[in-house]
């Protein structure tokens, strides 16, 4: 059955160094903006990795992606370089984005990755339009398009749903239920708190899903992906997960307990892997020693990279404003 | 093509049909090309532009979509930066309200932000406008406002030829491109001339030519303009009419060099006067031009009133021929 997830050594490993180098990165990413290397916003995706690394399994070079402004885990887990990614943080001229989107807009057209989208609900019409046109020149391919459980407030949300599936389009809605929205708790803002069961409402196949957990992410998103690829019009996926951190790095945590935070804690997909690869064998000390240094050398790598990387100059400041040709 | 060819032999048509013959010639043309908004196929179109074009081209590519304008020209910017070339129809700038997220966060912004990885080769067309009784929540000219964006073009086809024309330009355009149909323009009538098969949409068009005043207006505005220029004609001030088409990239070379031969002007807007398309034209006029005036500068916008329903009413909110006539008499011949 190929919607079951390979739990061969391979892709366990591979599951737990995806998570690993996110949250590495993003480790990493939150010292540099002490260090003010970084500014402006940054979200981090601390507690979610199992949702994009999971989703991302499921998905062909041919897909396409449209990312929320909590974009790192998406965009790495895509196989966006880590270098172009951290050089963008930077705000350099090597970025993914040439130092115009930074944190939460990563851009990548030859990964079909259509964006880190900073306006919650915001993607979710974009992923009908690439979906329409991937129908039209490029049958098979599914349009993945995360958001947040927030985004079900906005009305895009409940249009896009809609029309996915009155126009039987193959997008793969993927909800990243962290139960904020920033600081709003899910049951202040919804009445309905099921997140999946709005998509009832749109006769969407739905299923909710552990998002703390990786091969149980994948599973469900190869579910929904080849339901999706069989001509069955779109698909709604809740991960329900958890942020560790701060919303952003201007965020006191007033709506939320360090309790919570703890308890959340104790499902941390990262540990929980690394001990289920360990109890059965799939990983051994000195291959998490490899994989751990891998995951340094890479990240050490990128901040050289973004550190050599160069200004935009500002005779450049305009450029694609508006552009000549569109590109192929 | 061949019966294009023939609809086209008769160069007399109203604005509405223009509109319509021009859908038609793009959806022949390029198999990416398809028209999408509120009750554009069945209904054909709430003026009435597409009507006949669902029978013609099916209903994958005259898509009639629900009520919901944020996602449908959402759709429209995914599926342009997906390969396709789409026509996204909002029924009335009223209703881009809805859709102004998708229209200025992400048409007008992910050109660049995305580095140049991502266009958006995207047309969006709307009635614009006020002059038929609509009352205020249909009648806004809300043109001068998406021209205030970088990343988008805007067009106001104020002639039968601009209407027949504009679109081929604007699809052929790697850009998010706005058309802005005036609501009062749709029954008007004129003739094509047979040997234009093309418009450019980056210059502005003197439509009447004269030395004494420039009136730079667009969309409904101008022939109220031309009409003020024909009454001016009679008691001998020639007036040059400046239609604008073009109000965002504004083109500054055709303005500046009509105003710097006749050394006044009048700017005619049905937007209203604060913050203001005029606005703007009388600063760059101000900024740059300063020294070849002979006048000061004087715009006839709408009153600050949201449009209301009463015909006396919305005709005295809204710029008129006289006026028109009166402000260009008052700067050429000063008491």
């Known amino acids: 059955m190929s919607q079951k997830p390979h739990l061969d050594r391979e892709s366990g490993r591979h599951l737990f160094k995806q998570m690993l180098r996110i949250r590495r990165f993003e480790a990493k990413c939150a010292e540099l903006y002490q260090a003010q290397k970084i500014r402006g916003f940054l979200h981090l995706y601390d507690g979610e990795e199992a949702v994009a690394v999971g989703v991302m399994q499921a998905l062909e070079d041919s897909d396409a992606i449209v990312a929320t402004y909590r974009d790192h885990g998406h965009a790495l887990a895509r196989g966006l370089p880590m270098t172009t990614l951290m050089a963008e943080m930077y705000g350099k001229a090597e970025g993914c984005s040439r130092g115009r989107g930074g944190s939460m807009h990563f851009f990548d057209r030859a990964r079909r990755f259509y964006g880190g989208n900073a306006i919650v609900g915001g993607g979710l019409p974009l992923a009908i339009g690439i979906a329409m046109a991937d129908k039209q020149l490029r049958p098979g391919a599914v349009t993945a398009c995360f958001f947040g459980e927030g985004a079900a407030g906005e009305g895009a949300f409940h249009e896009s749903i809609n029309l996915a599936e009155l126009w039987d389009l193959p997008v793969l809605f993927v909800c990243e239920n962290n139960l904020y929205a920033m600081g709003m708790p899910l049951e202040l803002a919804e009445a309905e708190t099921d997140i999946?069961?709005?998509?009832?409402?749109?006769?969407?196949?739905?299923?909710?899903?552990?998002?703390?957990?990786?091969?149980?992410?994948?599973?469900?998103?190869?579910?929904?992906?080849?339901?999706?690829?069989?001509?069955?019009?779109?698909?709604?996926?809740?991960?329900?997960t958890y942020r560790f951190r701060?919303?952003?790095?201007?965020?006191?945590?007033?709506?939320?307990?360090?309790?919570?935070?703890?308890?959340?804690?104790?499902?941390?997909?990262?540990?929980?892997?690394?001990?289920?690869?360990?109890?059965?064998?799939?990983?051994?000390?000195?291959?998490?020693r490899e994989i751990?240094?891998?995951?340094?050398?890479?990240?050490?790598?990128?901040?050289?990279?973004?550190?050599q990387g160069q200004w935009e100059k500002i005779e450049e400041l305009e450029r694609f404003v508006l552009v000549d040709e569109v590109p192929e | 093509m061949k019966e294009l060819a023939a609809n086209a032999n008769t160069n007399r048509m109203t604005y509405r049909e223009a509109c319509r013959q021009a859908i038609r010639e793009a959806l022949i043309d390029d198999p990416r090309t398809f028209l999408m908004g509120e009750d554009v196929g069945l209904y054909g179109?709430?003026?009435?532009?597409?009507?006949?074009?669902?029978?013609?081209?099916?209903?994958?590519?005259?898509?009639?979509?629900?009520?919901?304008?944020?996602?449908?020209?959402?759709?429209?910017?995914?599926?342009?930066?997906?390969?396709?070339?789409?026509?996204?129809?909002?029924?009335?700038?009223?209703?881009?309200?809805?859709?102004?997220?998708?229209?200025?966060?992400?048409?007008?912004?992910?050109?660049?932000?995305?580095?140049?990885?991502?266009?958006?080769?995207?047309?969006?067309?709307?009635?614009?406008?006020?002059?038929?009784?609509?009352?205020?929540?249909?009648?806004?000219?809300?043109?001068?406002?998406?021209?205030?964006?970088?990343?988008?073009?805007?067009?106001?086809?104020?002639?039968?030829?601009?209407?027949?024309?504009?679109?081929?330009?604007?699809?052929?355009?790697?850009?998010?491109?706005?058309?802005?149909?005036h609501i009062v323009l749709y029954n008007a009538e004129g003739d094509l001339d047979p040997d234009v098969t093309c418009v450019d949409i980056a210059k502005a068009r003197i439509r009447r030519s004269g030395r004494d005043i420039s009136i730079l207006t667009y969309g409904n505005s101008l022939p109220k303009s031309l009409a003020a220029a024909e009454a001016l004609a009679a008691e001998g001030i020639e007036a040059e009419v400046v239609d604008l088409r073009v109000l965002r990239p504004l083109d500054n070379a055709t303005i500046f060099e009509?105003?710097?031969?006749?050394?006044?002007?009048?700017?005619?807007?049905?937007?209203?006067?604060?913050?203001?398309?005029?606005?703007?034209?009388?600063?760059?006029?101000?900024?740059?031009?300063?020294?070849?005036?002979?006048?000061?500068?004087?715009?006839l916008c709408s009153r600050e009133v949201p449009v209301p329903y009463a015909a006396h009413m919305e005709e005295a909110a809204l710029p008129q021929t006289p006026q028109i006539i009166n402000a260009a008499r008052s700067l050429v011949k000063p008491r």
């Open chain 1, 196 to 240: 999946s069961r709005k998509a009832d409402a749109y006769r969407t196949p739905n299923e909710a899903v552990d998002g703390m957990n990786p091969i149980a992410v994948e599973g469900a998103a190869r579910r929904a992906v080849e339901s999706i690829r069989g001509g069955n019009g779109p698909y709604f996926l809740e991960c329900r």
């Open chain 2, 45 to 181: 179109g709430c003026y009435a532009v597409s009507k006949g074009l669902l029978a013609e081209f099916g209903p994958q590519r005259i898509r009639d979509t629900p009520l919901a304008e944020a996602t449908f020209v959402g759709a429209g910017i995914g599926a342009a930066m997906a390969g396709l070339r789409p026509i996204v129809e909002i029924m009335t700038c009223n209703f881009s309200l809805l859709a102004l997220d998708q229209i200025m966060n992400n048409a007008a912004t992910i050109p660049h932000m995305s580095g140049g990885q991502f266009a958006v080769p995207l047309v969006i067309r709307m009635a614009t406008g006020a002059g038929r009784q609509l009352a205020a929540q249909h009648s806004h000219s809300l043109e001068g406002w998406f021209a205030h964006i970088p990343g988008l073009k805007v067009l106001a086809p104020g002639t039968i030829e601009d209407a027949r024309f504009m679109l081929k330009a604007a699809l052929a355009d790697p850009n998010p491109v706005m058309i802005f149909e």
């Open chain 1, 292 to 307: 751990e240094a891998d995951v340094e050398a890479e990240i050490g790598k990128a901040v050289a990279f973004a550190e």
């Open chain 1, 246 to 288: 701060a919303h952003s790095m201007f965020d006191a945590q007033l709506y939320r307990t360090r309790e919570e935070i703890e308890l959340w804690r104790e499902r941390d997909p990262l540990p929980r892997m690394q001990k289920w690869l360990e109890e059965t064998h799939m990983l051994s000390p000195q291959e998490l």
């Open chain 2, 258 to 299: 009509s105003v710097a031969r006749t050394r006044r002007c009048v700017i005619v807007d049905e937007g209203w006067k604060s913050g203001s398309i005029s606005a703007e034209i009388a600063a760059r006029l101000s900024e740059d031009l300063f020294f070849e005036l002979d006048a000061p500068i004087r715009r």
